[in-house]
C-alpha cells in the first residue's frame, strides 16, 4: 500500500550543459527523475559559451558568429526567445537565452561545474539493473571519483575534435596552421596570406571576416557548394519561410530530382554558382547548406578567391589540383570539420566510424538490454538543434521512466539501415552527411513514440485557426506541446505570435502597419496544397468512394 512512497527517484547522469545537456536536464525534472549533470568548463552553453582561448577538448564559436538559424525555429517548446531578441541571433544572446532557459527552469543546481567524465561504462549487474558506472574527474583537484546511476543521457556534441587532412607536403610547410576549433578572431591575420580549406559554414564563415583585414584571402574546396541565404522574400528568414508543415507536404508531392533543379534554379537566380566558381557535382538537396548572405559578395569583390582542392604544400606554398600554385602564405586554416565520437564511453556501448554512428533514433545504442543509455544532440538538422534535443530528451527520458518502450534490436537495427540507405540516396558522401537530418519529418518521427505530434486532422475540426497555423506557419517546437505529455498551455498563443516576435526588433522607427508577412512563394504553396487536398478529397468521392 505505501510502496510508492520507499519508489526511489531515478538518479541520471547528464553529461555536458550545452544546448542539448539543459533540455536533458529539463526533461529529468519533468519526469520526475534526479538529474546529476557534468559540465567540463566553468559555465554553461557548451560551443556558445565564447572563450577567447582555444581548449583542448572543447570547441567554442567564434567571436563575431552568428546563428544562421532563426529564433523562432531554434526556441525551445515551452520558453520562446524575448521579441527583443534578433530574427538571427549573435552567439552572446544565444548563450544569454540559455541562460535565461536554465534560471527559468532553475537548472543550474544540478549542474556541477569543471568535472570532466572520463569514463563510462555499464555496472557488473547491469543486466539485472540498468546501472552505469561513471569516472569523473575533478579538474581543480586532478581526482577521479566513481559514481553509479540509474542512467546516462550523453550531450556533449559532435563540434569538438577536430577532423585534420593529411595532404602531401603538409609536414614540412613553414607557415602556421591551426584548424577552425582554434580560430577566435581576425586579430592575428591582419596583413596576413591566408588560405583556408573547406567549405563549411566555417570556411565560409571566416573567409567572410578575414577579407576585410587579411592582405589575401583563397578558399580552396573539393567539392564546391550551394550558398542558401538567411534573409529571402521580403526581407524574412528564409527557413522560417521554407520550414513549414505546406511546404514539406508540396515538396514530397514532387520527385527528388525536380525539387533539385527547382532549388538549384532559384539559388542560381542569385547568383550563378558555376560562374563563381564554386558549383558541386551534385544537386543543392544532396548536401548540408552553407548559409551565408555575404560570401558571394566577397567573391565578386575579388577579396576572396575559390581555388580547387590542394594537391600537395611546399614550403610556404600549395600546389592545388588544377596545377595552379599560391605562394609566400603565412596561415593555413583547417576548416575541415569534425569527428564524431564518444571517447568516454566503453566501445561495447557506441562508437563512431568516419562519423557514422550505430544508434537508434540517432539516440539509442540497439544492442543494449537496458535502454538506459541515450545520446541527445548528435544529429544534423536542417534547421536548429536546439528543438531537436529538446524533444530527443523527452523521448529519451520517458524511456527511462519506462513509460514508452523501444522495439526490438531487430526492428531498431532495421530502422538504423534504412536511415543510412535513405541518407545515401539523398545526400551526397561526405563524413559530414552521415547524422543528417529532416527537421520536420524527424521532430514528427520523435513526437509520435511519445505521443505529442499535433494532430492536424482532429484540429481542422476543432479549431481550425490553430490548424491554419500548424500547417501554414513555421514548424516551430511549441508545435509538440499542444497535446501528449506535459503539454504547455501557452504553445497554442506562442504559435500565433511567432511573426509578431521575429519582425518585433525591425521596429524601431514606426511605421504604417500592412501586417504582410506571407511572400508570393507562401501564396503559391498554400494554392497549390488546396489544390491538391480539394484533388485527393474529389478523387476519394470519386473513384474510391463508390467501389
Ligand atoms: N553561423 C553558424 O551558425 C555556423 C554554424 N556552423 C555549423 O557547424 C558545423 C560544422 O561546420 P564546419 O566547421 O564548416 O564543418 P563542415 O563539416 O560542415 O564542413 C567541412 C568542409 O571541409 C571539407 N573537407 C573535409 N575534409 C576535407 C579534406 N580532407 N580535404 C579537403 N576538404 C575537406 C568538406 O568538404 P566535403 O563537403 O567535400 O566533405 C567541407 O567543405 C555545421 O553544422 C555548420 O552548419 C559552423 C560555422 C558557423
Redesign the pocket.
Known amino acids: 500500500m505505501f510502496s510508492h512512497f520507499f519508489i526511489q527517484t531515478k538518479r541520471i547522469a547528464v553529461i555536458g550543459a550545452g544546448a542539448s545537456g539543459l533540455p536533458a536536464i529539463k526533461c529529468c525534472l519533468d519526469e520526475g527523475l534526479l538529474p546529476v549533470c557534468f559540465e567540463l568548463s566553468e559555465s554553461i552553453g557548451g560551443l556558445w559559451n565564447y572563450t577567447p582561448e582555444a581548449r583542448d577538448g572543447r570547441g567554442t ?1 567564434m567571436k563575431s ?5 532563426s529564433k523562432e525555429l531554434m526556441a525551445f517548446s515551452d520558453f520562446p526567445i524575448p521579441k527583443e531578441f534578433p530574427m538571427f541571433m549573435h552567439n552572446t544572446l544565444v548563450q544569454k537565452y540559455l541562460e535565461m532557459y536554465a534560471e527559468h527552469f532553475n537548472l543550474l543546481r544540478h549542474v556541477q561545474f569543471q568535472k570532466e567524465v572520463v569514463w563510462c561504462e555499464p555496472t557488473v549487474d547491469f543486466e539485472k539493473t540498468g546501472k552505469w558506472t561513471l569516472k569523473i574527474k575533478d579538474i581543480k583537484s586532478g581526482k577521479i571519483i566513481n559514481e553509479i546511476f540509474d542512467g546516462v543521457m550523453a550531450a556533449t556534441g559532435h ?1 569538438t575534435a577536430p ?1 585534420l ?1 593529411a ?1 602531401d607536403g603538409q609536414d614540412i610547410f613553414k607557415g602556421r596552421t591551426l584548424h ?1 576549433v582554434q580560430y577566435r578572431d581576425s586579430l592575428e591575420f591582419s596583413e596576413k596570406r591566408v588560405l583556408i ?9 571566416i573567409a567572410c571576416e578575414l577579407s576585410r583585414v587579411s592582405s589575401k584571402v583563397v578558399l ?4 564546391g ?1 550551394w550558398v542558401i541565404q538567411r534573409i529571402g522574400d521580403k526581407g524574412m528568414p528564409f527557413d522560417m519561410l521554407g520550414t513549414t508543415r505546406a511546404v514539406q507536404y508540396f515538396q514530397k508531392c514532387l520527385p527528388l530530382s525536380l525539387l533539385n533543379s527547382l532549388t538549384e534554379m532559384q539559388i542560381n537566380a542569385r547568383f550563378d554558382h558555376e560562374k563563381y566558381g564554386l558549383k558541386p557535382n551534385y544537386p543543392p538537396r544532396a ?2 547548406p552553407l ?1 551565408s548572405d555575404e560570401f558571394h559578395l566577397r567573391i565578386a569583390n575579388g577579396l576572396v578567391q575559390i581555388r580547387p ?2 594537391q600537395h604544400f611546399t614550403g610556404s606554398s600549395v600546389v592545388f589540383v588544377d596545377g595552379s600554385v599560391y605562394d609566400d602564405i603565412d596561415v593555413v586554416i583547417f ?4 569527428k564524431i565520437g564518444f571517447t568516454y564511453v566503453d566501445k561495447k556501448v557506441t562508437e563512431s566510424r568516419d562519423n557514422v554512428v550505430d544508434l537508434y533514433k540517432f539516440i539509442f545504442p540497439p544492442n543494449l538490454t537496458k535502454p538506459t543509455f541515450s545520446v541527445i544532440g548528435c544529429v ?1 538538422p536542417l534547421g536548429s538543434i536546439t528543438p531537436v534535443a529538446e524533444l530527443q530528451s523527452r523521448v529519451a527520458t520517458r524511456v527511462l521512466k519506462e513509460d514508452v518502450q523501444l522495439p526490438t534490436r531487430k526492428q531498431m537495427w532495421e530502422d538504423i539501415y534504412q536511415k543510412r540507405q535513405e541518407l545515401a540516396k539523398h545526400y ?1 558522401h ?3 552527411h552521415t547524422v543528417m537530418v529532416e527537421f520536420i519529418d524527424y521532430l514528427d518521427e520523435l513526437a509520435d513514440i511519445i505521443g505529442c505530434k499535433p494532430r492536424l486532422c482532429k484540429l481542422w475540426l476543432t479549431d481550425p485557426r490553430l490548424a491554419y497555423a500548424c500547417t501554414f506557419h513555421p514548424c516551430a517546437a511549441y508545435q509538440y506541446r499542444l497535446t501528449g505529455p506535459l503539454p504547455w498551455k501557452g504553445a497554442r498563443e506562442a504559435i500565433f505570435t511567432q511573426w509578431e516576435r521575429t519582425l518585433f526588433p525591425l521596429k524601431h522607427r514606426t511605421m504604417k502597419e500592412t501586417n504582410e508577412t506571407h511572400t508570393r512563394f507562401q501564396y503559391f504553396i498554400m494554392l497549390c496544397t488546396m489544390v491538391t487536398v480539394v484533388t485527393a478529397i474529389l478523387t476519394y468521392i470519386l473513384f474510391v468512394g463508390h467501389i
Open positions: 564559436v558568429t552568428v546563428i544562421n538559424v563540434h577532423l587532412p595532404f577552425t580549406i573547406g567549405i563549411g559554414n566555417s570556411g565560409a564563415d580552396s574546396t573539393r567539392s557548394s548536401q548540408d548559409i582542392n590542394v576548416a575541415t570539420g569534425y544534423q551526397t561526405s563524413l559530414r
